[in-house]
């Protein structure tokens, strides 16, 4: 990361109401390329409806997003994500009766350009781009299983194998640890990193901790749509706030001892 460069995202005063819930309430926030960003806070601080804005799932209530330098804030899904910004969802997001390399050929094919013939022909670039992502993802050996048969670590991984078929400059990626053991959890820390070794810009919403604080080179915590706590990891249980409305204080003290060098297990 070049911490000098331009921001390859820049939020300002960013929000979305639903009636008088003020669900992101002017968010502020510049992420600079080759960032891992981290998202946490307490459920309902507003993190997906975040996501959400940024990525053209619903419309601002208010402010402006600009990402390399072109303004997307009133941009469809579809343009943002020809753009350059992917993202996977908190829950599953699949055609369940495609299979496996369906999936994903769908996402590298409507994903990476507008098309003048929807569903003409998967072109040469399409097919590469999806069997790149199956293999990125190793889920090359499941490729004819059906979506909706896949285990909960195989959907996000096909999540995210549908995200990188785009072959986006930056993703997001919505609890992509949610529900998985250790041993899984450690699996996508990997492939997170293998992303970030790409140079593709990362903002991930995580309850699990560990995870969180592991990958991120900055944190932010959300609390009521606005953010609490901006620094990096190891500060982040530091912060009286912080640990009063979200992380309480066991929680805090398994982190202080994980950043002083014993496992956290939070
Ligand atoms: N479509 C909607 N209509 C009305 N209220 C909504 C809608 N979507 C979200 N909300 C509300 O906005 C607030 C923020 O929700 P959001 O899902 O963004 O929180 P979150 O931080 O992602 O929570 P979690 O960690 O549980 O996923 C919540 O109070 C939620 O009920």
Redesign the pocket.
């Known amino acids: 990361m070049n911490p000098g460069a331009a921001p390859i995202l820049t939020c300002n005063a960013v929000s979305?109401h639903?009636?008088s819930?003020r669900?992101?309430d002017a968010v502020s926030l510049q992420v600079a390329p080759g960032e891992v960003l981290g998202i946490g806070?307490?459920?309902?601080?507003?993190?997906?409806?975040?996501?959400?804005v940024v990525t053209g799932i619903?419309a601002p209530s208010g402010g402006r997003i600009d990402f390399m330098g072109r303004d997307i804030t009133e941009a469809g899904a579809d343009e943002i994500c020809h753009a350059g910004i992917a993202r996977t969802f908190?829950l599953n997001a699949a055609f369940e009766h495609l299979t496996v390399a369906e999936n994903v050929a769908v996402a590298a094919q409507f994903g990476r350009h507008a098309r003048r013939f929807p569903g003409f022909r998967l072109s040469a670039a399409s097919r590469a781009a999806a069997a790149e992502a199956l293999e990125f993802a190793g889920l090359g050996p499941k490729a004819h299983l059906r979506a909706g048969d896949l285990p909960v670590l195989d959907r996000k991984l096909l999540m995210i194998a549908g995200a990188m078929a785009t072959e986006p400059r930056m993703i997001f990626l919505?609890?992509p640890v949610g529900g998985l053991n250790s041993a899984e959890i450690d699996l996508v820390q990997e492939l997170v990193r293998r992303m970030q070794a790409r140079g593709i810009t990362i903002v991930l919403?995580e309850?699990v901790m560990r995870f969180l604080l592991t990958l991120s080179t900055r944190v932010l915590i959300?609390h009521h749509?606005q953010i609490i706590f901006e620094g990096p990891p190891d500060r982040v249980a530091e912060d009286e706030t912080v640990v009063e409305t979200y992380l309480g204080q066991g929680a805090a003290r398994r982190l202080k001892r994980h950043f002083a060098g014993a496992p956290a297990h939070a």
């Open positions: 979305r639903f009636g819930l669900a992101v806070g307490p459920n309902g601080a507003g993190k997906t409806t975040f996501f959400d619903t908190q919505d609890e919403i309850h959300m749509g």
